[in-house]
């Protein structure tokens, strides 16, 4: 079996690096018949969405599993746990706090703090309740305020008991897949719903950042953006500009307005029937201070000119690819980080996910993803070369603990360095688990 290296950078920085592994509500707990409908029940339900047919009501029926999935995470010695509260498992119609939902949750965070893991939790990972959306989704500045009233009752509630809040996983998905492309839930398709959603969902961040100050100051606090860093598909001055509007336009109208309060210059040339409407005060809520900022990298993209002046993304097959169809990258996870180092005052980073979708077969109870443990080690190894160049890097998470539903992908596309069997629900450590659990345990041998 292929071993995972633990790069020097990594282990000099001792207990101050965290390894981790993530997951998120919808994509594994299933037991729908507990909770409140979400954008992703219904957006299942609508022909040609997702393409398995199949649907988040069973998923990894983690719901009652849960205790066995997090032995998984002893055997596996990790640090930290990432996963997702779904809002509507813990917050009922009429805005309060459902006990059954909740009390999940804190099942969960018991076990973690019995066991000395970190419980890295993420407060909205997509699962929008299907009431919030018929009243508007992400449209609407009343779901910001729904938001920060959920995140209030839940950091009441769990407190210190968390290691760390996310207010919001990659709101490019939920914003601009959701409502301007379509191919996420609800499945709008247009560049104005797609801008207006974006403002109100970094909107919901800030104020959900300015809950969790209030209710549990101690707890670090942050979000999370995931980032293709783009690349000219030529070297002509126009595919340049393509490049850096698809960088802009595409994930710096995140960043930059949590980082420094206002958008890309960017936002100046958009048509007017497309601008998101802000209104006073917004910025300085959205850019709130953060504690850290979790990165999720998995690949680059490239962009070429389009006749009309805008970006439009190029196939390209210059790198082995995954089974997603996505580049292998990891010289561009470099340069993605030292840039953004260069760029920003960041504060420090977490690497929230990184990993890969990859052609498993299980043979003879065992799976054997050298490629996924290939993966690791080259995105490990380019991480190093970041922090090695002074970039402040606090902890890794490999996604995903386990296979699971993929989106628009259904269950077609394994993630999970945990093979799971959906007919029988049973977890097989795929290689690629058993590397990275080995590569922790030799780090604590040379503490
Ligand atoms: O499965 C997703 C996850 O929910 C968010 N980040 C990207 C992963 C792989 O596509």
Redesign the pocket.
């Known amino acids: 079996m292929k071993k995972l290296i633990l790069p020097d950078a990594i282990q000099a920085k001792g207990d101050d690096f965290i390894f981790g592994v993530a997951t998120?509500s919808f994509?594994i707990e299933g037991a729908r018949e507990l909770r409140l409908d979400c954008i992703w029940d219904t957006f299942c339900t609508q022909q040609g969405t997702i393409s398995d047919h199949s649907n988040g009501d069973v998923a990894c029926d983690h719901h009652s599993r849960w205790e066995q999935d997090l032995q998984m995470l002893l055997e596996l010695g990790v640090d930290a746990y990432r996963f997702s509260i779904a809002w509507p498992r813990v917050i009922d119609i009429d805005g309060a706090l459902n006990e059954t939902g909740i009390r999940f949750y804190e099942h969960i965070l018991n076990f973690l703090k019995q066991h000395n893991k970190q419980a890295f939790i993420t407060l909205y990972?997509w699962d929008l309740p299907q009431h919030l959306e018929n009243g508007g989704g992400w449209l609407s500045r009343e779901t910001a305020d729904a938001f920060a009233d959920y995140v209030a009752l839940v950091v009441q509630r769990l407190g210190d008991k968390a290691d760390a809040y996310i207010t919001l996983?990659?709101p490019f998905?939920s914003g601009y897949l959701g409502y301007e492309v379509g191919v996420h839930a609800p499945g709008q398709k247009s560049p104005k719903a797609g801008r207006q959603a974006n403002h109100v969902l970094l909107l919901a961040h800030g104020l959900a950042m300015q809950k969790i100050r209030q209710y549990a100051p101690s707890v670090p606090a942050g979000i999370v953006l995931?980032i293709h860093p783009s690349y000219p598909d030529s070297a002509s001055s126009a595919d340049q500009k393509a490049a850096q509007m698809a960088s802009d336009y595409l994930f710096h109208w995140y960043l930059t307005p949590i980082l420094t309060g206002s958008y890309p210059d960017l936002l100046e040339d958009l048509p007017d029937d497309i601008q998101p409407e802000i209104a006073t005060g917004d910025m300085a809520i959205i850019s709130e201070k953060i504690d850290f900022l979790g990165l999720?990298y998995?690949t680059r993209a490239v962009y070429r000119s389009t006749n009309c002046g805008w970006f439009e993304e190029v196939e390209r097959n210059d790198y082995p690819k995954t089974e997603?169809g996505w580049e292998i990258t990891p010289h561009a996870f470099t340069d993605l980080l030292i840039g953004l180092h260069q760029r920003y005052d960041l504060p420090p980073i977490y690497i929230t996910?990184n990993g890969a979708a990859m052609d498993d077969r299980l043979e003879s109870g065992r799976v054997v993803d050298a490629q996924r443990i290939d993966y690791f080690q080259t995105h490990l190894n380019a991480l190093a070369q970041a922090m090695d160049a002074g970039v402040d890097i606090r902890g890794y998470f490999a996604?995903?603990l386990m296979d699971n539903f993929?989106?628009a992908l259904g269950y077609s596309k394994r993630?999970g360095i945990v093979y799971v069997d959906y007919d029988t629900q049973e977890r097989i450590l795929k290689d690629s688990a058993l590397a990275y659990r080995d590569m922790l345990y030799s780090r604590q041998l040379y503490r």
């Open positions: 998120s994509q990972h996983n990659e998905c995931n999720n998995y997603m996910e996604w995903s993929e989106w993630f």
